[in-house]
Nanobody, 127 residues
Framework: QVQLVESGGGLVQTGGSLRLSCAAS????????MGWFRQAPGKERDFVAA????????YYSDSVKGRFTISRDNAKNTVYLQMNSLEPEDTAVYFC????????????????????WGQGTQVTVSS
């Protein structure tokens, strides 16, 4: 079964940290840029971070820059999102996604460029 499975979400206090994982099965992500997005209740899905297919030049939204770090381990077919200094505004369902085109370079967080999505993991930050 082809899927992206997110894990690592949970409940954390303001200022805390979480590390999300996105494990791919049935597909190889090493040729694809990967991204993280999030959706808060009643809001649209927003871009969080992305990483190039070769692990180069990560790209972050302004709201998480300096607090979140995206990384990947192609040998494990997994992408990570380290989230530090969490704030209540970070509360959302977090999704990982695979870019639609192999070897493409990411220049923006446009969700339309991502062609395959996971089911999401809930992150809740209490104040």
């Amino acid at each position: 079964q082809v899927q992206l499975v997110e894990s690592g979400g949970g409940l954390v206090q303001t200022g805390g940290s979480l590390r999300l994982s996105c494990a791919a099965s049935g597909l190889t992500i090493s040729r694809y840029a990967m991204g993280w997005f999030r959706q808060a209740p009643g809001k649209e899905r927003d871009f969080v971070a992305a990483i190039q297919w070769n692990g180069g030049r990560p790209y972050y939204s302004d709201s998480v820059k300096g607090r979140f770090t995206i990384s990947r381990d192609n040998a494990k077919n997994t992408v990570y999102l380290q989230m530090n200094s969490l704030e209540p505004e970070d509360t959302a369902v977090y999704f990982c996604a695979k870019h639609a085109t192999p070897y493409a370079t990411i220049w923006s967080g446009d969700a339309q460029n991502f062609g395959f999505w996971g089911q999401g993991t809930q992150v809740t930050v209490s104040s």
